[in-house]
């Protein structure tokens, strides 16, 4: 069986907001697995669902760039070692320079990015070695995404570290940029309901029926119990379903019948979403040298 470390029962206390104890024999009824871990504390104790894989683990900025006539918009992530270069005026430049050559260039994919040519003549990536040599730290272009709208573009910067573009049609400006705002705040998984994944419905379903079961609930109730669990869940991961932000008494989907609107798509970039993080337990590793010696 797997050790199970102090930095684990950590990691895992930090995600569901959980008593160490239950953490750990969570951990050590799982094996050490981390995501079965967290089914466990799920079912046993009503913990919400954790972001485990989201964790901000990297400096940098997101930039984003939306064409003057809302039909081309790109995001890109420039991701660096410390706060402080993420805060360096040419840092942010070069990521929003980036950005708008990524929107108004037919740029797919970050290779095509790389190898595209700035006014100065010099390919970005040749740019990104040289603001790397210039600024004394390691840079990595990460992502980026191209959209092409159907309607038309809004986005919203969150203090560089969150970016949104989404495509809607009719309402006006102010709500789209209210719309990529909520996509912001909300951080909705999909637009609707038919677009979140059916292996992740299905595990929804499972672990509010293991609850129910567990909490002794009467079985010709579990499936109703679980429906009612899922439709919650569904609710607060698509942006359709989501209470909006600025009015929590009307839904998104509401709001844009209300102002004879739609939404095609979005986007959305986390700084260093993603990224693992090598957490250390100082403690522990002193114990346990301690204990070797």
Same mark, same amino acid.
């Given at each position: 069986m797997a050790e199970i470390t102090a930095s684990m029962v950590k990691e895992?206390?930090?995600?569901?907001?959980?008593?160490?104890?239950? =953490?750990?024999?969570?951990?050590?009824? %799982? %094996?050490? @697995?981390?995501? #079965?871990?967290?089914?466990i504390l799920r079912i046993k104790s009503g913990a919400k669902a954790s972001k485990l894989a989201g964790r901000i683990a990297a400096e940098g900025v997101i930039a984003a760039?939306? /064409?003057?006539?809302? #039909?081309?918009? %790109?995001?890109?992530?420039?991701? =660096?070692?410390?706060?402080f270069v993420a805060k360096d005026a040419a840092f942010g430049q070069f990521a929003r320079t980036v950005a708008?050559? %990524?929107?108004?260039?037919?740029?797919?994919?970050?290779?095509? *990015?790389?190898?595209? +040519?700035?006014? /100065?003549?010099?390919?970005?990536?040749?740019? +990104?070695?040289? *603001?790397?040599?210039?600024?004394?730290?390691?840079?990595?272009? +990460?992502?980026?995404?191209?959209?092409?709208?159907?309607?038309r573009l809004a986005s919203y910067l969150h203090a560089t570290r969150i970016g949104v573009l989404v495509d809607y049609s009719g309402g006006d400006e102010a709500l789209g940029k209210d719309l990529a705002m909520h996509i912001a705040a909300s951080k909705p998984m999909a637009l609707a309901r038919d677009h979140v994944p059916a292996e992740l419905v299905a595990r929804e379903r499972n672990i509010a029926r293991? +609850?129910?079961? @567990?909490?002794? #609930?009467?079985?010709n109730l579990l499936d109703r119990i679980a429906d009612g669990a899922v439709n919650k869940f569904l609710s607060e991961v698509t942006l359709l379903g989501q209470a909006f932000v600025k009015d929590d008494k009307q839904?998104?989907?509401?709001?844009? #019948?209300t102002r004879g609107a739609?939404?095609?798509g979005f986007q959305i970039f986390v700084l260093g979403e993603g990224i693992e993080k090598k957490k250390s337990d100082f403690v522990a590793e002193v114990m346990a040298a301690a204990g070797q010696a």
């Open positions: 895992l206390r930090e995600a569901t907001g959980l008593g160490m104890m239950e =953490c750990k024999k969570a951990l050590t009824e %799982a %094996a050490g @697995d981390m995501k #079965k871990a967290e089914e760039h939306v /064409s003057a006539d809302g #039909k081309r918009g %790109a995001l890109v992530e420039l991701n =660096c070692e410390t706060d708008q050559v %990524a929107a108004e260039q037919a740029v797919s994919d970050l290779e095509k *990015l790389n190898e595209t +040519r700035l006014a /100065s003549g010099e390919t970005i990536d040749a740019a +990104r070695q040289a *603001l790397s040599v210039k600024l004394g730290e390691n840079m990595t272009m +990460r992502r980026m995404v191209r959209v092409d709208a159907t309607g293991a +609850r129910a079961e @567990d909490d002794g #609930k009467p079985a839904t998104v989907e509401k709001l844009l #019948k739609s939404v095609h």
